[in-house]
């Protein structure tokens, strides 16, 4: 089955028997990977209880059209804002009608109306009911707004009756929901990235640090969102929204951002290290401000882990993408490191004067970039980070495949040589 990553789906739960069977279509659609929010009618609440389904969701559960608290939070227009997709199962044959009459006299319907994306309707009700002209009508006025019909199956029904009418199986529904969606590069898969930069403390009120503002790691993680991919980012102190649907963490060291890659990386695919890490911390961390009564300071320095190295040491099946932020001999240096760190690719680009962007490239909104792996190489030129990143999660995405196929997901044609360990 393909993939549901990332999608959020709106469930209108109306008055019928097979109201039972929206729970387990939730925890369907969730095992997929997306997001449910259920809003059920008056009728559906006879059938089945807000509580179930706000437990098997996460989420509250809509119900009231006038409702004051959730009107100033997820009111109808932000519901149907919300949602990627609405999905009404099951349908029961007054709610076809009154969404045939384009009526908005409760939140479903109101949702409905007010809806800018895709809407499914999975019948369910009984054989004589579903064979009612009336009930064609209105199916086939739906049809002509774009409106999806999933099913009904045929068989026996909770009336005694055999006939058309039931709803559909639940993962058959599931499927169905996921046909809506294209499919992404990343779909399905797991992505961790890191990015910014970490601070190492001297004293209460100083920090060892460097200039990089998390703009590529940030526009890497909202690649791979956009790509189909879960995507967790790690994040040194920077000043930057979370891009939408994204999980992020946020730490201040290196050695934080080592036990928050490590504890992360086990549910991952996927490492794209993009932060700056500081190589080296102070040995001491001074209790009080440090004061200027000498011409000379010496700090004494101590070498920081280095995380790419060691969780893909940990987790040779992880496919891993590092960066190398390089002064001179770019492709050398790059290459050196994606052998020392045994990774499957380098991301390297030209830092300091010899940057191509007339402004550098930490902080910068552009960045130039050559892709490794093995003995080859794509140059990606000058580029808004957004841009760059988008290529580079298309180059990478290929390369996960290829080597997905060759190892077979385990990772183990992995060679690791000595190296240069700058
Ligand atoms: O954040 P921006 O302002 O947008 O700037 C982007 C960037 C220049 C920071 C980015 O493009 C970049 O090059 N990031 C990596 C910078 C760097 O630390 O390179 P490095 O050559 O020192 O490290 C090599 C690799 O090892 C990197 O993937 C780094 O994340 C990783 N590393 C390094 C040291 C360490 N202790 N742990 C690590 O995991």
Same mark, same amino acid.
């Given at each position: 089955?393909?993939?549901?990553?990332?999608?959020?789906?709106?469930?209108?739960?109306?008055? !019928?028997?097979?109201?039972?069977?929206?729970?387990?279509?939730?925890?369907?659609?969730?095992?997929?990977?997306?997001?449910?929010?259920?809003?059920?009618?008056? !009728?559906?609440?006879?059938?089945?209880?807000?509580?179930?389904?706000?437990?098997?969701?996460?989420?509250?559960?809509?119900?009231?059209?006038?409702?004051?608290?959730?009107?100033?939070?997820?009111?109808?227009?932000?519901?149907?804002? /919300?949602?990627?997709?609405?999905?009404?199962?099951?349908? &029961?044959?007054?709610?076809?009608?009154?969404?045939?009459?384009?009526?908005?006299?409760?939140?479903?319907?109101?949702?409905?109306?007010?809806?800018?994306?895709?809407?499914?309707?999975? $019948?369910?009700?009984?054989?004589?009911?579903?064979?009612?002209?009336?009930?064609?009508?209105?199916?086939?006025?739906?049809?002509?707004?774009?409106?999806?019909?999933?099913?009904?199956?045929?068989?026996?029904?909770?009336?005694?009756? =055999?006939?058309?009418?039931?709803?559909?199986?639940? $993962?058959?529904?599931?499927?169905?929901?996921?046909?809506?969606?294209?499919?992404?590069?990343?779909?399905?898969?797991?992505?961790?990235? =890191?990015?910014?930069?970490?601070?190492?403390?001297?004293?209460?009120?100083?920090?060892?640090?460097?200039?990089?503002?998390?703009?590529?790691?940030? !526009?890497?993680?909202?690649?791979?969102?956009?790509?189909?991919?879960?995507?967790?980012?790690? &994040?040194? $102190?920077?000043?930057?929204?979370? $891009?939408?649907?994204?999980?992020?963490?946020?730490?201040?060291?290196?050695?934080?951002?080592?036990?928050?890659?490590?504890?992360?990386?086990? &549910?991952? %695919?996927?490492?794209?290290?993009?932060?700056?890490?500081?190589?080296?911390?102070?040995?001491?961390?001074?209790?009080?401000?440090?004061?200027?009564?000498?011409?000379?300071?010496?700090?004494?320095?101590?070498?920081?882990?280095?995380?790419?190295?060691?969780?893909?040491?940990?987790?040779?099946?992880?496919?891993?993408?590092?960066?190398?932020?390089?002064?001179?001999?770019?492709?050398?240096?790059?290459?050196?490191?994606?052998?020392?760190?045994?990774?499957?690719?380098?991301?390297?680009?030209?830092?300091?004067?010899?940057?191509?962007?007339?402004?550098?490239?930490?902080?910068? %909104?552009?960045?130039?970039?050559?892709?490794? /792996?093995?003995?080859?190489?794509?140059?990606?030129?000058?580029?808004?980070?957004?841009?760059?990143?988008?290529?580079?999660?298309? !180059?990478?995405?290929?390369?996960?495949? %290829? /080597?997905?196929?060759?190892?077979?997901?385990?990772? %183990?044609?992995?060679?690791?040589?000595?190296?240069?360990?700058?």
């Amino acid at each position: 089955m393909r993939q549901l990553t990332n999608k959020r789906i709106l469930l209108g739960v109306t008055g !019928s028997v097979a109201a039972y069977k929206a729970g387990e279509l939730i925890r369907e659609l969730r095992r997929a990977g997306a997001e449910v929010r259920v809003v059920l009618t008056r !009728s559906a609440a006879e059938f089945v209880t807000p509580l179930t389904f706000q437990a098997l969701s996460g989420h509250p559960v809509n119900a009231e059209l006038l409702d004051a608290e959730t009107e100033a939070g997820m009111g109808h227009i932000e519901l149907a804002r /919300w949602a990627d997709c609405i999905l009404v199962a099951p349908a &029961s044959a007054d709610f076809l009608a009154r969404l045939a009459q384009g009526r908005a006299d409760d939140l479903l319907t109101a949702v409905c109306l007010a809806r800018g994306v895709p809407l499914a309707v999975t $019948p369910a009700m009984n054989q004589k009911m579903w064979a009612n002209a009336a009930t064609q009508a209105n199916l086939d006025a739906m049809r002509g707004r774009g409106v999806l019909i999933f099913g009904p199956d045929s068989g026996e029904q909770a009336c005694g009756e =055999t006939g058309p009418g039931r709803m559909l199986e639940v $993962p058959a529904i599931t499927e169905a929901v996921s046909e809506l969606f294209t499919t992404g590069s990343l779909q399905g898969r797991t992505v961790l990235v =890191t990015a910014g930069p970490t601070r190492e403390v001297i004293d209460p009120v100083r920090f060892l640090a460097n200039h990089s503002s998390g703009k590529m790691g940030f !526009s890497i993680a909202e690649a791979a969102q956009e790509a189909g991919a879960r995507v967790i980012l790690v &994040s040194g $102190p920077v000043n930057l929204p979370t $891009p939408d649907r994204v999980e992020r963490i946020d730490v201040i060291s290196a050695e934080q951002m080592l036990a928050e890659v490590q504890e992360r990386v086990v &549910s991952a %695919d996927i490492l794209v290290a993009a932060a700056a890490v500081a190589d080296y911390r102070p040995v001491q961390v001074a209790t009080e401000k440090i004061r200027k009564t000498h011409d000379r300071l010496q700090l004494e320095l101590v070498r920081n882990p280095d995380i790419l190295r060691e969780v893909k040491r940990a987790h040779p099946r992880l496919f891993c993408l590092g960066f190398a932020a390089e002064t001179e001999d770019l492709h050398a240096h790059a290459r050196a490191k994606l052998i020392d760190k045994g990774i499957e690719m380098i991301a390297a680009n030209r830092v300091g004067a010899a940057a191509e962007d007339a402004e550098g490239v930490f902080g910068s %909104d552009t960045n130039a970039l050559s892709l490794l /792996w093995g003995e080859d190489c794509v140059e990606l030129p000058l580029a808004p980070k957004a841009k760059l990143a988008r290529q580079l999660i298309a !180059s990478l995405a290929q390369r996960f495949d %290829d /080597w997905s196929k060759r190892t077979n997901g385990r990772g %183990d044609n992995i060679v690791t040589l000595p190296g240069n360990r700058n």
